[in-house]
């Protein structure tokens, strides 16, 4: 079955098709009967290697580019390897979106994160916000790269007119996630903390940090459903005719990390206790996104939070406590 997108026959590469918003965004576009799908493993395609990404390039010509290769993780990992953070993602940022301009590349959307915003910016994050006052400190190296991708992004645009945009998500969950406790989200981090003091009868949890600061989650699958509606009807042009860098996707709902814990503890079946490591940091104490732009081009979230974390704990068991 085919669409009416002109885009339907494109030839699209989804650069980060392994990990979970890529992988997302590639189930979503199968489903879709977009058959002219490219993907390459890290393996076959290191992003960090500039001459690399250029001999792709040139020998496959993407005509549309999804940029959901990233070295992504949560509060620890961005604190503790920042380096890495700020050089991995600038690099693959820069190789990827130079070569989409010179070989003639049709559409690029490139994801990015509401860390971008500031940290005490007001709430809820509207897209003006980007660069009107300090970052927070645990994400700022991730920060900045993203920020440079958005940058890139519009200036070959200014430059040279590609149709180059970013998107920024708000925290994401969903099957493919990372699990492992120190260098995962909070979601993902909680959910298999709940899961394994149930299975070992343990009477408490620990939480880092106050578990005060507030946090906005969409189920993955909901941004993946976003990206296609973007190919299909959104161009730059759109986006900066409207004096903004970016576009903000989320559910413009969020809740405590409390709150959150309660959710999960409730969906995996654990009746402990919760307790908080205060030595551990809170980061940034809210950033909920202003949804009314992409919500007034006509997209909406469809998972409630509830239903996500339900089909994500099933991903779990299924996946990985059963492997
Ligand atoms: O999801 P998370 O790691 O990242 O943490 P950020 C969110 C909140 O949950 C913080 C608390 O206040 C954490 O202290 N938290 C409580 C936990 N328990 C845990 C736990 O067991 N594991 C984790 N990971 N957190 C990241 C940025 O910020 O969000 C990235 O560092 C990116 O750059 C990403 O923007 C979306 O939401 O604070």
Known sequence: MSNDSKYQNKKIYVAGHTGMVGSAVKRELEARNYDNLLCKSSEELNLLRQKEVEDFFEAEKPEVVIMAAAKVGGILANNTYRAEFIYNNLMIEANVIHSAYKNGCEKLIFLGSSCIYPKMAPQPLKEEYLLSDYLEFTNEPYAIAKIAGIKLCENYYRQYGCNFY??????????????????????????????????????????????????????????????????????????????????????????????LANLIAEVVGFKGEIQHDLTKPDGTPRKLMDVSRINSLGWKYKTELKEGIEKTYKWYLNNIENK
């Open 166 to 259: 970013s998107i920024m998500p708000t925290n994401l969950y969903g099957p493919n996630d990372n699990f492992d406790l120190e260098t995962s989200h909070v979601l993902p981090a909680l959910m298999r903390k709940f899961h394994e003091a149930k299975v070992q009868n343990k009477k408490s949890v620990t939480l880092w940090g106050t578990g005060k600061p507030m946090r906005e989650f969409l189920y993955v699958d909901d941004l993946a459903d976003a990206v296609i509606f973007l190919i299909e009807t959104v161009e730059a042009k759109d986006i900066y005719s409207k004096g903004i860098s970016q576009i903000n996707i989320g559910t413009g709902k969020d809740i405590t990390i409390n709150e």
